[in-house]
């Protein structure tokens, strides 16, 4: 009888805390869901118009100067998918005016692509000035961003041809910037 009752006992015990992990249960439920990154490239420009001119030489007789400016920059936000980098190219809206060239140099933050140096500016072609961004944020403020060293130059004609092909006046032109 004994048996019978220990028995019984480990029954009722064997119910009721199975009853116990069933009430539990009930206030335990689940929801599956999915976490999604987008593909971002975000760019802006940072500064103001510039205006670069070719001007005369320091001493008669020698080529004409060209000029510089480094006060603009690009920043940039960029994820993209595994494996894969993003790159800046840049083009001209128009020719640039006969006899001239102009270049870009592209210095970006550390850990945030390499930049190429004296890249001639062409219309219509882009041509790559930021390569192997990985996804990063250049930052927001005025401080930050890859900076844009541009400069115009005078075709060298070398000692032997003294005709320069520049004609006086100016052209506005845009650089188009494309992050991809």
Do not use: W
Not at 27 to 37: G, K, N, P, R, S
């Amino acid at each position: 009888m004994k048996r019978f009752f220990n028995l019984i006992l480990v029954a009722v015990l064997i119910l009721g805390f199975s009853g116990m992990a069933q009430a539990q249960s009930d206030d335990v439920d689940t929801q599956d869901m999915t976490l999604a990154i987008n593909e971002i490239q975000v760019m802006e420009i940072v500064g103001s118009a510039i205006t670069l001119t070719i001007t005369a030489p320091a001493v008669a007789g020698d080529h004409p100067q060209g000029d510089s400016d480094n006060s603009t920059k690009v920043q940039y936000t960029s994820v993209t998918p595994t494996l894969t980098t993003a790159s800046i190219t840049a083009s001209l809206s128009e020719p640039e005016p006969s006899g001239m060239y102009l270049r870009l140099t592209t210095t970006p933050p550390a850990s945030c692509g390499t930049g190429m140096s004296n890249r001639d500016l062409t219309f219509p072609s882009a041509v790559t000035v930021i390569h192997s961004i990985p996804d990063c944020k250049t930052g927001s403020d005025l401080e930050h961003g890859a900076i844009l060293s541009y400069s115009l130059h005078v075709n060298d004609v070398g000692p032997s041809n003294r005709s320069l092909s520049l004609d006086a006046g100016s052209t506005a032109m845009t650089v188009t910037f494309t992050l991809l």
